[in-house]
């Protein structure tokens, strides 16, 4: 005998006696359980699984796996009421809990890795099942193991005993192994689902979103303006950091899965958005990146002899040698003039200078990068900022102001303020300007996406833009990151591209509830035995 229901606005028939969460589940909807599965064991007193019942004008939270359907019975699955009832719920079960429901460097990771699951198949030796589960996150493993700066391992609970598990080396092995192997790790993608993707920008946030858009059965053109991809991992991060070949070898795993890929076109230049839409793409991933440099603001600085830290490191990314001479000045103290300053010395010039307005401490290069660069004779000079560049013969002078640190900006570092009377001059062949970069994203050709500093505006949840049918992630969106970051921004872009041409809309997705261990008492005796254990 059956009997008619309705869940969440929609009329079902069921059998009569089951359980709401078993109707639920044969009519393809989704109820949040804990501690439930019919198959082993009746419904007790741990479980969460709610839902709301209209009764007249009277609304009720009920088990679902405790409360048989009855005809006509309304139930809803998922409201604000609800969802809070849920978590108040959870909190008071887990209200004695001692560890973490989500590893606190998962949490860290912009891509979520499970990085529990891959350590722990590489240490069973499953190297295959390693890869897998860290391309289910990442298809630039390779990279990543390079140039990540890690923010996984400051959050490593091994920091407790000893230090941090080396997560992103262990990453870097697998990816490794995978290279030298005769047929490299390829996944599986979905049928084609005959829905055309736009993906503008070869860079990690558009190729990733191309992988995971690739892999659910889309056919995807990415749009690069560049003659290669790779975006700032190949025209921002010199060769000996990122070797080229590895670049190549993961761009081409994405490539391999059936994407196609159009270089040497720019948006706004040699199309538009409107002009992919009426070619039939479904929707538009924007990835633009940040690639134009931001000025230094002093005067001279158009002068013969200066340059951009991103044209240095782009020229020497296309194989060119430019004449820098013998003495170099790098303006700045982000990773981009520790790589400037390091390449310089490659090239030859027998002094180095980076001039950085405030101390080392503040210096927002990685530690290693600073330290590696003072190893390779790199003279730091710190609390001194460019006032004016002048040319005098072959030569430029670049006239100086020491700075003093008051009160913190914005940023949180304390800001520099000029100590007047202290200005000086440091002459050089060649002056790099590393302080930073900027999304030039209007290019777009359409105001309502962007803010007035050219950054692309796009919901923090879905990236969707307010054209329900572009979505945009990675630099261009949160301005200059790091990769792993753009990397995650691609994969989200992915599921909401995909959620939106099967259903037309695009739903926020809560984050899952999750509880953290505090971090008081770690260094104690009990919870070091406990650990190592």
Not at 374 to 384: A, D, K, P, S
Not at 512 to 523: M, N, V
């Amino acid at each position: 005998m059956n009997i008619s229901i309705n869940i969440d606005g929609k009329d079902f028939s069921i059998i009569k006696g089951l359980t709401i969460i078993d109707a639920a589940r044969k009519a393809g909807i989704d109820i949040p359980a804990l501690g439930y599965d019919p198959r082993v064991s009746p419904p007790s007193n741990l479980e969460a699984a709610f839902v709301e019942l209209t009764e007249g004008d009277k609304t009720i939270f009920v088990s679902a796996t405790a409360t048989t359907a009855t005809d006509g019975m309304v139930i809803r699955t998922q409201s604000a009421a609800l969802d809070s009832y849920r978590k108040i719920y959870l909190q008071a079960l887990l209200r004695n809990h001692w560890g973490d429901c989500t590893a606190p460097c998962v949490l860290r990771c912009p891509a979520h890795i499970d990085i529990q699951k891959y350590i722990y198949h590489v240490t069973c030796g499953n190297f295959p099942e390693a890869l897998q589960v860290i391309h289910e996150s990442n298809p630039l493993p390779a990279v990543c193991g390079r140039v990540c700066p890690h923010p996984c391992e400051d959050d490593c609970r091994r920091n407790a005993l000893d230090g941090a598990v080396n997560i992103n080396g262990i990453k870097r092995f697998v990816a490794d192994w995978n290279a030298g192997r005769p047929q490299p790790y390829k996944p599986v993608c979905l049928p084609d689902t005959n829905y055309k993707i736009a993906v503008v920008g070869a860079g990690p946030a558009g190729l990733s979103a191309a992988w995971f858009l690739r892999r659910r059965g889309h056919a995807v053109t990415i749009f690069e303006m560049q003659e290669a991809a790779g975006g700032m991992l190949r025209w921002g991060i010199p060769y000996y950091r990122l070797p080229e070949k590895d670049l190549d070898l993961e761009i081409q795993n994405i490539l391999d899965l059936g994407v196609d890929i159009h270089y040497k076109k720019s948006l706004g230049k040699d199309f538009t958005l409107e002009t992919l839409r009426q070619k039939g793409f479904d929707a538009v991933f924007l990835g633009l990146g940040a690639q134009k440099a931001t000025a230094i603001g002093v005067p001279g600085e158009t002068n013969k002899g200066v340059m951009s830290g991103l044209d240095f490191l782009a020229r020497l990314a296309r194989g060119e040698k430019p004449d820098i001479g013998n003495r170099v000045i790098v303006i700045g103290g982000g990773n981009t003039a520790m790589d400037a300053a390091r390449s310089a010395v490659r090239l030859g010039a027998k002094e180095v200078i980076v001039a950085y307005r405030r101390t080392r401490q503040e210096m927002p290069a990685q530690n290693v990068e600073i330290e590696e660069a003072i190893e390779e004779g790199v003279n730091m000079q710190y609390l001194t900022a460019p006032v004016s560049i002048n040319v005098s013969g072959n030569t430029l002078q670049m006239i100086c102001v020491k700075m003093i640190l008051g009160e913190p900006d914005k940023s949180g570092r304390r800001r520099p303020v000029p100590l007047q009377g202290s200005d000086f001059t440091l002459t050089a062949s060649t002056i790099i300007s590393a302080i930073g970069q900027a999304v030039d994203g209007f290019c777009i050709g359409n105001k309502s996406l962007i803010d007035k500093w050219g950054n692309v505006i796009a919901d923090a949840k879905t990236l969707q833009t307010s054209l329900p049918w572009v979505f945009s992630g990675g630099d261009c969106v949160t301005g200059p990151d790091i990769a792993i970051s753009a990397i995650g921004a691609g994969k989200r872009a992915a599921e909401a591209i995909d959620e939106y041409v099967h259903t037309g809309a695009v739903r926020a997705k809560s984050a899952p509830y999750t509880c953290k261990k505090p971090l008081e008492g770690f260094a104690t005796g009990n919870f070091q035995r406990d650990f190592a254990r």
